[in-house]
Every structure is written in structure tokens, then in C-alpha cells.
């Protein structure tokens, strides 16, 4: 077992609450068999972080989604600009596409920077892992603010509606 920062260990907390939150509303879309498992992994990653190292089932249930979460990401890449929906920079929650763009790009980089943190060496003198490690709890600490805060700005602030 690694050991790992409160910063990483609080931020991977709330990923993978997110992450359950949208793997929960994902059983009425028509193709939840895409998502929901997208979603329920990338929880699952992240509520056991630390379990992650090479000889691990959880670092193969992380790799598989982080493919699935590209594959799906430029899915949806692909069906808005054929249909010429939102647009690849839109932040437009109201569009479906857009939901589901933010959705696996967000298990994507979280999928990386775990797998990424899961690779950094302990330091053996201080039993503890190396300060670059730094780097990727602040890119997660980054994540989550943008993963809580869009849907707040837009929903809360802006009172944007969902269109299905
Ligand atoms: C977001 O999309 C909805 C539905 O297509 C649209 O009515 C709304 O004007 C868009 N909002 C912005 C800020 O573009």
C-alpha cells in the first residue's frame, strides 16, 4: 500500500463521488451500457487510489477505462461536429453531447493523473512518496474545482436547463 497525500486522498474522495453521482443517472440513457460502466470504474479508481501499482487488478480496471473514456470521448467529439451541435470548446451543459464531452474527459485526466501518481517511487528515506508528487495533487485539486464548479456556474448561477 502507497502512501498518499490528505490533498490527493480528499481530491480522489470527491472525483469518485462525482463519478457515482453520473454513473447513477446514466441506467435511463439509451446507452448506459457505454457510461455506466465508464463512470462506476473510474469511482472505483479513485475510492481505491492507493491500491494502484502494477500487479493490481485496479491499475488494469484503470487502463481499460481510461481507453474506453477516450473512445467515448471522441465519440461525442465526432457526433457534435457532424451535427454541429455545440461546438468542441463549448461549456454548454444544456447539450447532452457537451455533458457527456465533460464527462469522459474528466475520467480521463482523472484516470491519468492517478495512474501518473501511482508511478511516482516512494523516497525511501522519508517512507513517503517524492515531492513530485506535488504536481499531480495539484492537477487534481485543479480537476475538482472545474468538475464542482461548471456545474454550479451553470446550473445554480446562470440557471441553465437541461435539454435530453
Ligand atoms: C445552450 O444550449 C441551449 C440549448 O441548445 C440554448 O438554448 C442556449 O442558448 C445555449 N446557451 C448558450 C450560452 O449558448
Not at 470504474?41 to 481499460?64: D, E
Request: proline residues 3%.
Amino acid at each position: 500500500m502507497k502512501s498518499s497525500t490528505k490533498l490527493h486522498s480528499l481530491c480522489s474522495v470527491l472525483m469518485a463521488s462525482l463519478f457515482a453521482y453520473s454513473a447513477s443517472v446514466q441506467l435511463n440513457d439509451p446507452d448506459w451500457y457505454f457510461w455506466f460502466p465508464l463512470y462506476a470504474c473510474a469511482c472505483v479508481v479513485n475510492m481505491v487510489n492507493w491500491a494502484i501499482s502494477s500487479t493490481t487488478t485496479i491499475m488494469h480496471v484503470a487502463r481499460v477505462s481510461l481507453l474506453l473514456g477516450l473512445f467515448l470521448f471522441i465519440k461525442v467529439v465526432i457526433e457534435d461536429f457532424v451535427n454541429e451541435i455545440a461546438g468542441f470548446w463549448s461549456l454548454n451543459l444544456s447539450e447532452r453531447v457537451v455533458r457527456e464531452k465533460i464527462g469522459s474527459g474528466l475520467v480521463v485526466i482523472s484516470l491519468i493523473l492517478q495512474l501518473e501518481a501511482s508511478l511516482v517511487p516512494e523516497d525511501p528515506m522519508r517512507k513517503k512518496k517524492r515531492d513530485s508528487t506535488k504536481f499531480f495533487d495539484y492537477g487534481m485539486a485543479i480537476l475538482v474545482g472545474f468538475s464542482f464548479g461548471l456545474p454550479f456556474v451553470f446550473f445554480v448561477v446562470q440557471q441553465g436547463e437541461m435539454k435530453f
